[in-house]
């Protein structure tokens, strides 16, 4: 090798080691700078800048590739870091301007600040938002810009250990811009008492939303508009609106995050057939509406989430939505486990027990595949069709133990619903109570002393062939409004 090859080499490998340049440094402030802004003009790509801890009356542009790090470890505080905690971006207010606390650029980290005080933070509009479950909002677009905190504006970079808090609009903003990567790493932030969402990713943009905590922000703890990020192991909790909320085309994955006690849905899901995210692995519990709610024909995939003891279904779907819903454990709810009204969905391997009313509910005009479910010890009745829904139901497990007036299986007011090879288990009026038309093939119906095992009022007919009938003191009350096929 030539000694000039020699020297060109050595210098990519230094290039390589040191991404930065070859001259990286660290800075101090105030030591070397007496505000964060002067360091970082300043400072070259690959610099890294260490603040004290004090109060910074300022809102800050960073540099591509700059690090912004307050100073001390990662000991827990109160709300966060006790570093984020003692090193605050103080916007001033509405005096400070329209920019938002921080806006972020390429490559840029910023690690373990608080950001507050950008814009107006309104207490009287928030609480009368939070007393009303929010109904007094406008339909805003989740995630809506405004004048965040900090935000990030078709770059891809690391908000990181930040804590934000009363702010006049979304905590933590996120948008892509056309023809770039807006790819953020979003987490172990905390967002609080935030005026819009606490944190929103919106157009395009594709960030990893994982490990943060929102609560009591005026909109959903962690909103998506027409964005696809991977929200991943979040705390939200305490939002006027939905812990998450999933909207306009966004087809984000939300998986093993924690929704509780929002004054909305757990996660709620709208606004039109291209919102299709992927909603896994949850924890949905004690919210003041749904656990998990789809509506404005919205088409997620909903899997393997846990729902309970929310104030209406553990997962609701209305308005024409259209989502699968399949291996999820509903408990204790106040309303049904799983519940539609003019919806389409497909239920499929789910597990509904102890809800206050309805295993399953196929209300309205909605349509379901019913399949492979289990439907145990829900206080009125395993699976409920009334009002002209239509239903599909093969292989499912229903079971209710004890007396009672409701039947297990209701099919009500001119519903539809063919019943294949279901069991159907347990005490009531009946297995069965018809007013509407049934098909019923090779199910096994076994009673505790009841007074039939099909219970058709006068404007029910049955179609039957091939079921199994027991415990009961009639199979079925009215043998002339039932067609026997094969039997």
């Not at 390589?16 to 030591?31: D, F, K, N, S, Y």
């Not at 908000?159 to 009363?166: E, G, T």
Request: net charge negative; charged share 20%; hydrophobic share 35%.
């Amino acid at each position: 090798m030539t000694k000039k090859r020699r020297y060109w080499t050595s210098l990519i490998l230094i290039a390589i080691a040191c991404p930065g340049g070859l001259t990286a440094r660290e800075w101090q402030v105030p030591e070397n700078a007496p505000t964060i802004q002067a360091a970082i003009d300043q400072a070259d790509p690959g610099d890294l800048i260490l603040v004290a801890p004090g109060t910074y009356g300022e809102r800050i542009r960073l540099k591509p590739r700059i690090t912004l790090r307050s100073q001390g470890d990662d000991t827990a505080g109160k709300t966060g870091l006790k570093r984020a905690e003692a090193t605050i971006i103080d916007g001033g207010g509405e005096s400070g301007g329209e920019a938002p606390g921080v806006i972020m650029a390429e490559g840029a980290i910023l690690d373990g600040f608080t950001v507050t005080n950008v814009g107006t933070y309104d207490e009287a509009k928030w609480q009368q938002a939070w007393d009303v479950k929010g109904a007094n909002q406008s339909h805003e677009h989740i995630g809506h810009f405004g004048t965040p905190g900090i935000a990030v504006t078709g770059v891809t970079c690391s908000i990181l250990n930040n804590i934000v808090h009363h702010i006049s609009a979304t905590g933590i903003a996120i948008q892509g811009e056309k023809g770039k990567r807006c790819a953020p790493l979003v987490s172990g932030n905390v967002c609080y008492r935030n005026m819009g969402g606490g944190i929103g990713s919106m157009k395009g943009s594709t960030a990893i939303i994982d490990g943060n905590t929102c609560y009591e922000n005026f909109y959903a703890g962690i909103g998506h508009d027409n964005a696809s990020p991977l929200v991943t192991n979040n705390d939200c909790y305490k939002n006027v609106r939905a812990g998450i909320g999933v909207s306009e085309g966004s087809c984000a994955i939300v998986r093993g995050n924690r929704c509780y006690q929002n004054r909305r849905a757990g996660i709620g899901i709208r606004t039109g057939e291209t919102t299709r995210p992927i909603i896994e692995d949850n924890d949905c519990y004690e919210n003041e509406m749904a656990g998990i709610g789809v509506e404005e024909e919205a088409a997620p995939i909903i899997r393997n989430n846990r729902c309970h003891h929310n104030l209406l279904a553990g997962i609701g779907c209305q308005e024409h939505a259209n989502p699968i819903i399949d291996g999820n454990h509903c408990y204790e709810n106040k309303a049904a486990g799983i519940g539609t009204e003019s919806a389409s969905a497909l239920i499929r391997g789910n597990r509904c027990e102890k809800n206050a009313t309805t295993g399953i509910g196929i209300n309205g005009s909605s349509t379901a595949l019913v399949i492979g479910n289990t439907c145990e010890e829900n206080r009125l009745v395993a699976i409920g069709i009334p009002n002209g829904g239509q239903a599909l139901l093969h292989g499912n497990t229903f079971v209710r133990t004890g007396g009672g007036m409701p039947p297990i299986v209701a099919i009500l007011n001119g519903a539809n619903a063919t019943l294949i090879d279901n069991t159907i288990r347990g005490g009531g009026v009946g297995a069965i109570m018809l007013d509407g038309e049934l098909t019923a093939i090779g199910n096994t119906i076994v009673g505790q002393d009841g007074g039939s095992g099909i219970v058709i009022r006068e404007k029910g007919h049955a179609t039957l062939s091939g079921n199994t009938i027991t415990g009961y003191k009639k199979p079925v009350n009215d043998p002339t409004k039932a067609t026997m096929v094969g039997d």
